[in-house]
């Protein structure tokens, strides 16, 4: 498939989804934020990434009001934040209050904690109700997944997870294949903390393009959706200049190599 900006790819529920999205984890909620997203808009970007943790949903939702681009344009995620799992209906109603919408793409439970099979239930019925267009999980192990399945009909659309070279979830992305569940790869570009990786650089030497660039688009080529944060135009531009090369096999066999199992935020194997 050749991809592009426009590329949606399929998910279990018949929906598709933008390939590429905006992350707003810590993008200041406010004047930053929705030059954030308006940039992103205005760059090609439909796929904005939010959470009621982040803080910042009011000013997505003002941006993609200003945006005046049709609503059934622009994808929109949001989470179900840990300490809300008591009520998730009422999270989720103050969420769509603050985005200024009426449903959202995507509904996600943010992490695994103990009631999450008490929450999936609300969220199928907010699935159910069309209000949450998909539903998906994020941060979800094998293990979480495997018992979500055998207690559920609905199988997540998408696992958020962590996804970079340096933390190559390789059983997790066969598993998630083979139940058809699609990668979301959050922190792609490694919390910026492995941007200036020599082996990294080489490799993006050799297609004349930046290692943030070679991040985002191995992550198409694995055929994950891929959400990369900034705040400031030129990288959110820079971003998404990834649909005028391919990275080749030998040079994804290299980075696929990379793996240190680094967690640049939070490690899920062990919620119980
Ligand atoms: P990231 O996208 O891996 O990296 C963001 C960092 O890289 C920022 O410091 C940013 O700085 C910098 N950056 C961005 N583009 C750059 C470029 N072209 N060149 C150099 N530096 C660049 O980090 P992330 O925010 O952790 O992850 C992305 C998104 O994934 C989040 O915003 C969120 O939507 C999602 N996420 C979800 C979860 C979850 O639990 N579900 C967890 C983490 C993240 P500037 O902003 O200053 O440009």
Same mark, same amino acid.
């Given at each position: 498939m050749k991809l592009s900006i426009n590329t949606r790819f399929p998910m279990n529920d018949g929906l598709g989804i933008p390939a590429l999205g905006l992350g707003v984890w810590?993008?200041? %909620? &406010?004047k930053q934020c929705e030059a954030a997203v308006l940039a992103a808009l205005e760059a090609g970007y439909r796929h904005i990434d939010t959470a009621a943790? $982040? &803080? =910042?949903e009011a000013s997505v939702g003002a941006a993609l009001h200003k %945006? &005046?681009?049709?609503?059934?344009?622009i994808f929109v995620t949001t989470k179900l934040w840990n300490e809300d799992h008591g009520n998730p209906t009422k999270a989720f109603d103050k969420s769509l209050k603050r985005l200024q !919408?009426? $449903?959202?793409?995507l509904y996600l439970m943010h992490f695994p904690v103990p009631e999450r099979n008490q929450s999936w239930t609300v969220m199928e019925e907010l699935h159910a109700s069309g209000k949450a267009r998909s539903i998906g999980v994020s941060n979800f192990t094998i293990r979480h997944l495997d018992e979500l399945l055998a207690r559920s009909k609905t199988i997540p659309a998408v696992n958020q997870v962590e996804f970079h070279p340096f933390l190559y979830q390789k059983e997790l992305l066969e598993y998630c294949q083979s139940k058809k569940i699609l990668i979301e790869a959050y922190s792609p570009l490694t919390h910026g903390q492995r941007l200036d990786d020599r082996r990294l650089q080489q490799i993006a030497g050799k297609y004349a393009k930046s290692t943030a660039q070679i991040l985002i688009r191995r992550c198409l080529q694995h055929g994950l959706v891929v959400l990369p944060k900034s705040v400031r135009r030129e990288r959110i531009e820079e971003n998404s200049a990834v649909f005028d090369f391919e990275i080749k096999a030998d040079d994804m066999t290299q980075l696929d190599s990379l =793996?240190?199992? !680094?967690?640049?935020c939070w490690d899920p194997t062990d919620a119980p």
């Open positions: 810590q993008t200041p %909620s &406010g943790i $982040y &803080g =910042n %945006s &005046g681009i049709p609503r059934t344009e !919408l009426d $449903y959202v793409d =793996n240190e199992n !680094l967690r640049t």
